[in-house]
């Protein structure tokens, strides 16, 4: 992901390592000289050599996101704008000049916003418990506003609420904080089937994919919900 005018660089993350580091020259000569299927201006999402972009353009800086994996471009494309918004409100003022002055605050956003590449929270009030970077403020004077296709970010000196939320991790009485381990179960099936139908080769390919908030190294015991019926005959995992 990374944000940026026509002409320069603004600001560069990765966090799965899948695309190469030269995406973001390839994206800005593919949108500078787009001229597929007559179209003057590059569409919102387009794919080269097998990397899908995306991105979108607000207040004349360009928010992209690359990846290789199939995905939704509607959630994508919100995300952007939502990453966007969320800038704006820390910021005070959406500019090149406001995100290359608070560039360690916008770095340690999107550490927030995204972990490994998947969504975690967009929510502003949510984001005040673990942002720490005091915001440089940029005077907005001689910014323009916003136009009627950025309704989401409307106004120029908008700041974060004074009000917070519940943490994403509830704290128990006591302030400790609940204990959590997250587990993906991963599977993926390849069959190769002749031309008259009959399968010449499968194979099942799988991972366990862990992502521990636990404190020290306790025992834990990992099953299947109870109610958890597999299969036509409708029997109980056990």
């Known amino acids: 992901m990374y944000k940026a005018r026509l002409k320069r660089l603004v600001i560069v993350t990765t966090d799965r390592g ?27 999402v387009f794919n080269v050599d097998g990397v ?36 704006k409100d820390y910021l005070g003022v959406l500019s090149e000049d406001s995100l290359r002055k608070n560039f360690v605050l916008v770095y340690e956003l999107l550490d927030e916003v995204i972990d490994f590449g998947y969504m975690q929270t967009t929510s502003t009030e949510v984001l005040k418990s673990y942002i720490f970077n005091e915001p440089i403020v940029v005077d907005a004077a001689h910014m323009q506003p916003l ?8 106004g120029t000196k908008r700041m974060p609420g004074t009000a917070i939320t519940k ?19 991963i599977e993926k099936i390849s069959v190769t089937f002749s031309s008259s139908g009959y399968i010449l080769t499968s194979e099942i390919d799988g991972t366990i994919q862990m992502k521990s908030y636990l404190t020290g ?22």
Do not use: C
Not at 223 to 238: K, Q
């Open 217 to 238: 190294n306790p025992e834990i015991r990992l099953a299947l919900n109870e109610d958890l019926s597999i299969g036509r005959g409708g029997e109980s995992a056990n």
């Open 52 to 87: 899908n972009y995306f991105h979108v353009k607000v207040v004349g800086l360009l928010f992209v996101a690359t990846t290789r994996v199939n995905v939704s471009p509607s959630l994508v494309l919100e995300l952007l704008q939502r990453i966007a918004r969320v800038i």
């Open 18 to 44: 899948e695309v190469a580091k030269g995406s973001a020259e390839i994206f800005f000569r593919k949108v500078k000289f787009w001229k597929e299927d007559g179209q003057e201006e590059a569409p919102p």
């Open 167 to 185: 943490s994403v991790v509830a704290n128990e009485p006591g302030g400790r904080k609940r204990e959590e381990i997250f587990v993906d179960i």
């Open 147 to 154: 136009g009627p296709a950025a309704i989401f970010m409307q």
